[in-house]
């Protein structure tokens, strides 16, 4: 038999001499990730893959970074490796050797300390990418990273990340002007037109002042358009916040102290809470898993939605009781039958 995988798996398998073992950290430290072969009892040998690093991703978390946003990384690699990546992009956190249900944990944990964006490109990323705040996907990802985000970004860069937080940041901004254009206006023109100062107006000055109104307000939301979302010097000077995770999709099956110090803390919580277990036929992959996760997680009192199309079953978690009609209905909303509930 050949086998082949992380320098922890292979040691399960066959003998590593400690020659092997002291060259495959000195890989890790590098960034790249180590792998061994062997066949039978014989260890073949040792290659390094590393994922280059995009030119533009350190710029674009320095750019979230002096937007007051706190930046970690997920990810399945082993620990070495990801502490060398995730310095040289400087992240402000590492977090190394979590499997996708791992990162779900990891978006629990950041969610209790504030709001959470969580970027992803990969089928490993569909489920923290449901669990987050705002779940953002590249464009050039998996189609079950991009159905279970809330917004896609159609191009292969995470500059887009900064731009679309700067735009939605002015947008909001603008928002809060509109409103308290019309109320300032309002508040002085409507007594004015009632007589209130003993000023007489008639009638169609009253109109025309409205439709000045409604033209500022159009007019404030159209300068929109003249925003430079890609400038780095917009919106600087937020307070440091905790709302973005980047995921980075590799292969290990490495756990840290920190991911199991989060399932522990998950398991705390499951004794205070309700569980029903749906029968569910229909799904055939991990995209129709995500796509009734995210349909059940929706609903008030659906604290988690363990989803297995193999099982074909749907474990839910409840902090209050749900009828079985309401999670019957999210689900065979999306097209699913519900053979069961218990």
Request: aromatic fraction near 4%.
């Amino acid at each position: 038999n050949v086998f082949g995988g992380s320098l922890r798996f292979m040691q399960g398998k066959v003998s590593v001499p400690d020659s092997v073992t002291k060259q495959a950290e000195a890989l890790a430290e590098q960034g790249k990730t180590p792998l061994l072969f062997s066949r039978g009892d014989e260890l073949l040998g040792i290659i390094a893959v590393a994922d280059s690093m995009k030119a533009d991703s350190p710029q674009a978390i320095k750019e979230l970074r002096d937007m007051g946003i706190r930046v970690v990384m997920l990810t399945g690699d082993n620990e070495r490796t990801a502490r060398a990546v995730g310095k040289a992009a400087g992240v402000d956190e590492v977090v190394a050797g979590v499997l996708p249900d791992g990162k779900e944990s990891v978006i629990r944990r950041l969610q209790e300390q504030g709001k959470v964006a969580m970027v992803g490109d990969g089928i490993n990323d569909a489920p923290a990418l449901t669990r987050a705040d705002i779940g953002v996907a590249i464009g050039a990802g998996a189609d079950v990273a991009v159905d279970a985000a809330d917004v896609v970004l159609m191009k292969n860069s995470l500059l887009d990340v900064p731009a679309a937080i700067r735009m939605s940041r002015a947008t909001i901004r603008n928002i809060h002007e509109n409103l308290f254009w019309a109320f300032f206006y309002n508040a002085i023109c409507i007594p004015l037109a009632m007589g209130l100062y003993g000023i007489a107006m008639k009638p169609m000055y009253g109109a025309a002042a409205m439709s000045l109104s409604s033209f500022c307000v159009c007019m404030n939301a159209l300068r929109l358009n003249l925003f430079d979302m890609h400038n780095p010097n917009l919106m600087k000077g937020k307070k440091r916040g905790h709302a973005a995770g980047a995921g980075k999709e590799e292969e290990s099956i490495t756990v840290t102290d920190e991911a199991r110090a989060v399932q522990d803390n998950k398991e705390e919580k499951e004794n205070h809470t309700m569980t029903k277990t749906m029968n569910i036929e229909g799904m055939m992959c991990m995209h129709c898993e995500a796509t009734v996760k995210k349909a059940l997680e929706k609903l008030e009192g659906v604290t988690e939605a363990k989803v297995s199309h193999e099982a074909g079953t749907a474990v839910v978690e409840m902090s209050t009781e749900v009828a079985d009609d309401v999670l019957k209905k999210a689900v065979e909303d999306k097209d699913y039958t519900v053979t069961g509930i218990a």
